[in-house]
């Protein structure tokens, strides 16, 4: 079966610094990865996709980035993290091409940025 | 674009019911429910894929209208367990450019009290 993993669970971070999520899928192959973020009280706002190795589209513009190293890991990443980066980030698999199928999300990372 | 969802919130007792309404103002290829238990990930409710379909999940179903753009959620003798906060994701695309994205509501808060 599939599973998706996530972390670390939770982060505190100071303004300015590096940040490194780390997300990846097992069972399964060529996944279209996603990252979420949800603010506090919010819903669920869309930051990044891949469909493969390398291909990354941005939802938003913003301080973070993503990349893609292999086919079932998903990285999110920051040169400097600001306090409006601060909340619930989410990683999420789903089907490649499976429009019909639904998204697995991971446990998630809680990021407060200090 | 985020689709609307209605009420933001419901206060509910074991037992009653409720309805969740999912509204987009692009035409929807599929809708999926989600709820969210407070500082959990979301889990995978129900899919649905084309106008009228309906589908349950033991005492929770959901309806697809496309014509009208929108679905709802229907939460039947509500137990303590439906509580937590219940989110609609839609697709707007027939998969071949969105890469299977989707676009969540806000979320709409429920609290099953015994």
């Known amino acids: 079966s599939q599973t998706i993993h996530q972390w670390p669970a939770t982060l505190v971070q100071p303004v300015g610094s590096p940040l490194s999520l780390e997300c990846t899928v097992e069972?399964?192959?060529?996944?279209?990865l996603y990252w979420y973020r949800q603010a506090a009280g919010r819903g669920l706002q869309l930051l990044f996709y891949?469909?493969?190795?390398?291909?990354i589209s941005s939802e938003v513009p913003q301080n973070l980035s993503a990349s893609r190293p292999q086919d079932r890991q998903f990285i999110l990443s920051s040169k400097k993290l600001l306090l409006s980066d601060s909340g619930f980030y989410l990683c999420?698999?789903?089907?490649?091409?499976?429009?019909?199928?639904?998204?697995?999300f991971g446990n998630g990372t809680r990021l407060t940025v200090t | 674009q985020q689709p609307v969802q209605s009420p933001q919130a419901v206060i509910l007792r074991e037992g009653e019911d409720a309805v969740i309404n999912c509204s987009s103002s692009k035409a929807l290829y599929s809708v999926h429910w989600y709820r969210q238990k407070h500082g959990e990930a979301p889990v995978f409710l129900m899919i649905l894929l084309k106008g009228g379909e309906q589908k349950g999940h033991e005492k929770i179903s959901a309806s697809f209208n496309e014509k009208k753009q929108q679905s709802s959620l229907y939460l039947t003798a509500s137990q303590l367990s439906y509580s937590g906060t219940y989110f609609c994701?839609?697709?707007?695309?027939?998969?071949?450019?969105?890469?299977?994205?989707?676009?969540f509501g806000q979320g709409t808060i429920l609290t099953v009290h015994p």
């Open positions: 069972g399964t192959s060529n996944p279209n």
């Open positions: 891949s469909v493969g190795i390398g291909q």
């Open positions: 999420a698999w789903r089907a490649f091409g499976g429009s019909n199928s639904p998204l697995h």
């Open positions: 994701g839609t697709g707007i695309n027939a998969g071949g450019t969105s890469y299977g994205k989707l676009t």
